[in-house]
Structure formats: C-alpha cells, structure tokens
C-alpha cells in the first residue's frame, strides 16, 4: 500500500508547507495552516490546466484586433445587481457572491435565474438543498418556475458534463463549500477541494462561455470562507451584507475585473422575495421628526454614485477610568485620531466622556469624507445642541487641524439639493465656483472656522 502523502496549506493566502506551523510565513497569519491529503500525481492529467482563460488552442495575438463585441453583458433583471457588476453580466465570467447565513444569497440567485430563463437557457445547481426544497421557495416567491433547470449534485465533473449537453448561458453553483473533485482526495470544503473545484468550474465556464455564479460562506469573523485563492481565479467577488433580522440588504463588490470596485447596491427583503431599492439615500435618511443633538447627514461616494446617510454620535460623562470608544460602521482608529485633533486644534476636550458614534442603516463607511461629519456629530451631543435639520456635512481632517477637499464634491452637493438641504459645510477646496440656487455653502478650510460655522 502507497504511503499516503500529505501538504500543509495556508487558508488564507494558499501557501504550502512541508509541515504544520502555527504562522503562515508568506501572509503573517496565525492558526490559518490545515492538513490535506495530496492526490497522486498521475491521476491529474497535463492538458486539464490548458486553455484555463478560455482559449483551447494557444496563440499571440495583437490586442487591437480581438474582438469584444462576441460577448455583450446582458442584464440580470436588478438594476442594482447590474450596478455592482459594472453594468451587466459578462458572458464566461465566473462572478462569486458571499454572505452570511440568512442574509438571502440563494433567494436573490434564484430570482435572477427564474428571470433569466424566459429568454436564456439557465441551470441552477444545488449542493445543500434538495430539488423540492428549492420549488417550495420559488412557489412562496411565487416566480416562473416552467423553464428554469435545476440540479442537484456537487460532483465538479459530473456538473460539467451534464452542462456540456445542456449548454445554458448562465448557470449558478450552491455552493461552491460542498463541491469536490474525484482526483482530490479530501472532504468537501477543504482548502484544496474548494481552490480545485473553483478552478474547474471557471476554467469551464470561460470555455464555453457561460455566465457562472458561485456562492461562497463566510466565517465567523465575516471573511469568505477557503482558501484567498479562491478571490484569485474568479473575476468578481461580491458580498451580500445585512442582519437576517433585518429589512435591507446591501451588496458591494470587493473585486470587479469589468467594472468599479466598491460599488454599493441596496435591496429590501420582503415575503415576495428580495426587492431592489432605487432611492437609496431616501431609505437611509428615513429621520424622527424630532431633531436630537448629536446628529447630522453625511454625503459618502459609494463606487460611481453619492449616498446621503445619517451618522449619530452620543458623548456622555464616563465613570470608568479609561472611557470607551465605540465605532459602528466607521474605523475604531479614525475616531481615535479625530477626538486627538479635535482636542488639539478644537481646544474641546473629551478625555473623560464616553464617546459612541453609529451610522444609521448599517451601512459601513471606509472613506475619509465623513471626517468633518463624524466632529460636527460629536460636538453637537458634548455642548447637547441640535444642528439644522437642513445641514449636510463632508470633508477630510487632517492631523494639522486642517479640512481637506474630498472628491466629487460637486456631484455630493448636487445629491444634497435633491433631496431639500439648504446649507452645507464643506472644504473651500469643494466650494462650488457659481452659487447653487437654495444652497448656502459655507466654506471652511480649518477645523477652527467649522467650529464657528455651528455657533
């Protein structure tokens, strides 16, 4: 009997070892190296890595004269979903979307294709539920279930054969955790059983031009689940994001080969299913009628559109020697150095407050224009006064004490006029050159001059 051979694998970064350690010496990580079971080497055949891209014959050709006309993006039925994916599904494209349990993956995939079939031939695959399962969800949904194709299997090749007869143009694989391939010689959702089968199936469905979905889990500290190769092979990484207790539901791509990165799209889970939100920033300034201190709206650039949201600060007196600081939905660090120069430059000391700031709607902020916003809250809940209702509020602060321009200005003032606000406090950088009819911008180049502006 052969000896079994054995590898050690990093599941984040995909590096091997030949033993365990408990650091990954190539990405840092800790505790992320597993056991997995090598497959013979000769039951993996030369030629299955050929044509990996899509061509099954290799040839140098100039780049003017490909032609990207063979494959036009089609729409997937969500103008939402098309945003994120940079205006369309690209045909051979193997796009992964991930999320939490609950936060409704299989419902939106089951809607795309349900629509998709009426003019497409489409093949959903699943691998955790069984067929009757997936009817009785798309009767309470209450789609067309009279074209759609469906599967139920999680073996790779058995998968792609039975697609080769088939030949659907888009296809979606649920998910790609409880796939395997026969040479692997390892459970189902291994490290290398989830890198092999992902590159089967994309190197597939480049081959034969098929718009491939592939559902991926995340782990408990809300990363995708497997091996970061798995980020590596396929052309669009999406996640799905949003309590499943909760109304909304909002996708960003972290990944996008064919179009913008960091694209937001919003969508509303309902009894029919899920519902895409056109308005967005209409949903997330949903305000009491009440104004309260310690509030004010903010304009976020989210991938190629502005998002208005509320962001809330509560400042209160701490009896605990060190104070807590606590950020929902902004970077704990950012808020950290901002209360440093407000204390600095503002001459407004909080060293013994509790310090709490939340944007509303779950909707996470990762840029600096929410810098000044973020100040102005915290400053409006310590002196307990209220802002206007009408105020909007962007810009970056630097540990000078300075405001900084932000991008798009004009396009956030613009977002900010539709939907009724009257003043604004925004960098001189960002200062429009010719006045905007109901809008009072009030320009301010320091942190000093924003603290007079609110007097």
């Known amino acids: 009997m052969a000896k079994r051979k054995t590898a050690f694998v990093c599941s984040d970064c995909g590096a091997e070892f030949p033993r365990w350690q408990g650091q990954c010496t190539e990405c840092k990580a800790w505790n992320t190296i597993s056991e997995f079971v090598v497959s013979p080497a000769k039951t993996v ?44 599904i690209v045909p051979g494209s193997a796009i992964l979307i991930g999320g939490s349990p609950g936060a409704g993956k299989s419902t939106l995939l089951l809607q795309v294709m349900c629509k998709q079939a009426a003019s497409k031939s489409a093949l959903y695959v699943t691998g955790e539920e069984s067929l009757q399962q997936v009817a009785m969800r798309a009767k309470r949904l209450g789609l067309p279930d009279d074209k759609l194709m469906m599967l139920a299997e999680t073996n790779v090749e058995l998968i792609c054969d039975l697609a080769l007869k088939q030949k659907p143009q888009i296809m979606v694989i649920d998910s790609i955790q409880v796939m395997h391939v026969s040479d692997v010689q390892s459970a189902p959702g291994s490290v290398s059983q989830v890198r092999e089968s992902a590159a089967y199936l994309t190197r597939f469905a480049k081959q034969n031009h098929i718009a491939m979905f592939l559902v991926g889990h995340v782990t408990k500290d809300g990363s995708l689940a497997g091996p970061k190769v798995l980020e590596h092979c396929i052309d669009c990484s999406m996640m799905l994001e949003g309590e499943s207790d909760g109304r909304f539901r909002t996708l960003r791509s972290h990944k996008n080969r064919f179009g913008a990165v960091n694209e937001l799209g919003v969508f509303g889970m309902t009894e029919k299913g899920i519902k895409e939100v056109g308005n967005p920033s209409a949903i997330f300034l949903n305000r009491n009628e009440n104004q ?129 606000f009257k003043r604004a406090i925004v960098p001189k950088a960002n200062a429009p050159k010719q006045p905007i009819e109901g809008l009072k911008v009030i320009p301010v180049t320091k942190l000093s001059e924003a603290l007079e502006a609110l007097e």
């Open 45 to 88: 055949a030369r030629g299955n890595f050929a044509g990996y891209a899509g061509q099954t014959t290799s040839q140098v050709q100039v780049l003017s004269d490909i032609n990207v006309e063979d494959l036009p993006r089609f729409s997937s039925g969500f103008k939402e979903l098309d945003r994120v994916l940079g205006g369309g």
């Open 292 to 420: 309260a201190p310690g509030s004010v709206v903010m304009v976020i650039w989210e991938g190629t559109r502005p998002l208005l949201v509320e962001i809330q600060a509560l400042v209160d007196y701490s009896p605990l020697n060190n104070p807590r600081r606590v950020a929902v939905g902004l970077e704990q660090n950012r808020l950290a150095m901002l209360l440093a120069v407000m204390h600095r430059h503002g001459n407004v000391q909080m060293n013994d407050q509790d310090v709490f700031v939340n944007v509303v709607g779950g909707v996470k902020v990762g840029e600096t224009a929410a810098d000044l916003a973020l100040l102005v809250a915290m400053i409006s809940s310590f002196r307990n006064r209220t802002l206007p209702r009408d105020l909007i509020v962007f810009g970056e602060v630097g540990l000078a004490g300075e405001i900084r321009p932000v991008p798009n200005g004009s396009e956030r003032l613009s977002e900010a006029v539709k939907h009724g």
